[in-house]
């Protein structure tokens, strides 16, 4: 009987020692549950696929990979290792692994909205993804077909998501719209604003709105640190996903300047004390946004 005890709590210890516990059914009653909820007291846990760095098997039917924080707490995973046989250009057949990256928490079924699927190697797929909210979970399926690929492996943490709260006043009644004033404070106004969900993707189909009302001798400076729209062409003529930077109060004033790629590390002045942006979403495939 103490013997068996024992072996109880071995193997408790050892479960708890791969960051997952095996809960059951999520999606349908053929998927397998991993659930990572702590990285015990480390910078980072880790993650791997079936046997790796051995080839996975095939008909694998749906093995979830559920990251569940606290309450005020967003998801960083990144894949160090990725090698998932790609049959098809959208992934959508064979091999994939489909991302749930906007959830309350852990739980998601057959109707839960996902954002993508991914599939190919290192090089063709974002390496750092972020939830927007305490729950994240990675869906994997392989086919009938047996191959050389060998899965993946990444690392997850927990991270605190008021690091990325917008400064400044919400305008009552709408999605995304903020106000910055200086007139309020005695020294010159210091803050930060984001792209809705960041650093996770921004939601389809938004148009959010920035004002900056300076007092009369003064300008507005903002520094975009980091820009990560929907990848395209260099125009931003014909762009689903665009920033449009204003001299002035409204969207009528003279146009400062478009954003509609990647960048980093670009200024922007105003000439007078008020300042207009402009962030217009309309894309299939967001990006990640920006950081200001």
Avoid at 7 to 27: P, Q, S
Avoid at 50 to 72: A, M
Wanted: net charge negative; proline share 5%.
């Amino acid at each position: 009987m103490q013997r068996d005890n024992v072996m109880e709590v071995n193997l408790f210890l050892f479960v708890l020692d791969l960051y997952f516990v095996i809960v059951g059914h999520a999606v349908h009653p053929g998927c397998e549950c991993l659930i990572y909820s702590t990285t015990h007291g480390k910078e980072k846990g880790v993650f791997n696929s079936p046997d790796f760095p051995k080839p996975y098997s095939p008909n694998i039917d749906c093995i979830l990979y559920t990251f569940v924080g606290k309450r005020n707490e967003i998801i960083q995973i990144e894949f160090v290792d990725f090698d998932v046989r790609k049959t098809h250009l959208d992934c959508l057949k064979g091999d994939y692994l489909k991302l749930f990256l906007h959830l309350d928490g852990g739980q998601v079924n057959e109707y839960t909205p996902w954002e993508t699927l991914l599939c190919g190697g290192l090089a063709d797929i974002p390496t750092v993804l972020y939830s927007s909210g305490p729950g994240l979970v990675l869906e994997f399926h392989s086919g009938v077909k047996t191959s050389n690929a060998t899965g993946f492996s990444g690392t997850f943490r927990f991270m605190d998501r008021r690091l990325f709260k917008t400064g400044g006043q919400k305008v009552s009644g709408t999605v995304c719209d903020y106000q910055f004033s200086s007139v309020d404070y005695m020294v010159a106004y210091y803050g930060n604003f984001y792209s809705p969900r960041y650093p996770s993707s921004y939601p389809k189909n938004i148009k959010c709105s920035y004002h900056f009302k300076a007092r009369n001798r003064e300008r507005i400076h903002v520094l975009f640190e980091e820009v990560s729209l929907q990848k395209g062409d260099i125009s931003c003529l014909n762009r689903a996903d665009i920033i449009r930077i204003y001299d002035g109060g409204a969207a009528t004033s003279p146009a400062i300047k478009f954003l509609c790629n990647e960048g980093t590390e670009m200024e922007i002045f105003s000439t007078g004390p008020n300042l207009f942006i402009e962030f217009v979403a309309n894309s299939d495939w967001p990006g990640q946004g920006f950081k200001v």
